[in-house]
Structure formats: C-alpha cells, structure tokens
C-alpha cells in the first residue's frame, strides 16, 4: 500500500514560506490548513496566500478547508490548481455537491470530520469522495496530542473501502509522531499529516523519510 506524508505548512514560518516549502520537497503533498475564524476559531490562509503557495510548492497542494459555507468557497481553491480540497461534513447539508463539483474542476475531493463525528453516516458516500480525512485532534490549531479513541472511525472506513474495492486514501491529521503513526497506519491510515513532528524535527527531510518508514513497518505487520 502506498504511504503517503503530507506536512501541514501550519507548523512552517509564514515569513519564511518558499523556504520551508523546500524543506519538505521529499514528502508528497504539502498541507495547506485554511480556517475562517468561523468554523474553527482560528483563522490563517485564504485563496490569495494559497494561490503564491500553490505557485512556489515543489508538490502539489493537498487543502484542508475548516471553513462554513463550502459550497461557496471549496471551488475556488480547485480552480487555483489545488491537487486535493478537502472540507468538513459538519460544514454542510450538501456533502455530495461539493465533492462533484471539485472533481469536476479536476481536483481530488476530501471529507473531513471531527473525532465526535459519526462515521457511519457518511460509509455510503465514499464513492464520491478520493479521500477521506479522520481528524485525530479537534480541528483549528497545531501542535495537539492525537486522539485515540478515533481509531474505530479508521477501522470501519477501511472495512469499507476493501468491501467495495474503492481507491479511497484515508488521511489523518493531528497529533502524528513516530510513535502515533504506527497506531493510525494499523488502523488503516495510509494517508499522515504531521506538523510539528516534520518541522520541529530540526530536519524536515529526516522526520519524512522517518514516519514513512514507521509507517510501512506498520502496514507490513
């Protein structure tokens, strides 16, 4: 199975942003985190940062919209060449549009929920999604200790991704260490976002090669 590691550029230096997207050109998406200050109370990159982000990234851009109203906005980001946006089943009533809509702009399309979410409900709309994004820390800020209990969200998404042979990636995002990799990629992660573990590291390209390794040993198993 293939691993994937996505740094989220919340943990980057904003001054310094072309930089610290270069430290991260061996990992395959760069994770951009745009809040709204509604959804979340935090707020951070709307589409004009996204769109010099998206043109100075060494990979392509993989969006985490924690932001109301993604029917009006989710586009948009698609439209400045974003490979994969990803917003909340808590956002909206019209899951499905959303997704269409973004694949039909050429982006991959991504539902997120938070760890008090039911999964259950959304199992069925998985063919209308390319990813699906377990949050493992309650979204709006970086740097927060992974959620376990969450894990049973993965098990399930995978028990159905299998059943119905779909090419789903199924990501998490928050609290992602060495250590807490392994427990996400056992329960059928394939797809990591870390922050602080890659760019606290000291060594961004080192902490990379690391959870994907970790990573792998876990899915061998």
Request: no cysteine.
């Amino acid at each position: 199975m293939a691993i994937r590691i996505n740094p989220s550029i919340l943990s980057a230096d904003f001054v310094n942003m072309e930089r610290d997207l270069g430290a991260i050109a061996t990992a395959d998406l760069a994770h951009v985190d745009v809040m709204d200050n509604h959804f979340v109370p935090n707020l951070t990159f709307g589409p004009q940062m996204v769109g010099r982000i998206q043109d100075v990234s060494p990979i392509p851009l993989d969006v985490h919209l924690m932001i109301d109203n993604p029917e009006r906005w989710a586009p948009g980001y698609a439209e400045l060449g974003a490979y994969s946006v990803t917003f909340h089943a808590e956002s909206t009533d019209n899951p499905v549009a959303v997704a269409r809509r973004l694949r039909e702009i050429g982006a991959r399309a991504g539902l997120a929920v938070k760890p008090g979410t039911d999964i259950e409900t959304y199992l069925e709309l998985m063919p209308e999604f390319d990813q699906i994004l377990v949050m493992t820390v309650e979204p709006g800020f970086g740097g927060q200790s992974f959620i376990p209990d969450v894990m049973p969200k993965l098990v399930l998404l995978d028990q159905a991704r299998k059943k119905s042979g779909l090419d789903v990636w199924l990501q998490v995002d928050g609290g992602i260490t060495l250590d807490t990799i392994v427990i996400a990629a056992e329960a059928g992660a394939d797809t990591f976002v870390a922050g602080s573990s890659v760019y606290n590291s000291g060594n961004p390209e080192q902490a990379i090669a690391g959870l994907r390794a970790a990573a792998h040993t876990a899915h061998k198993h």
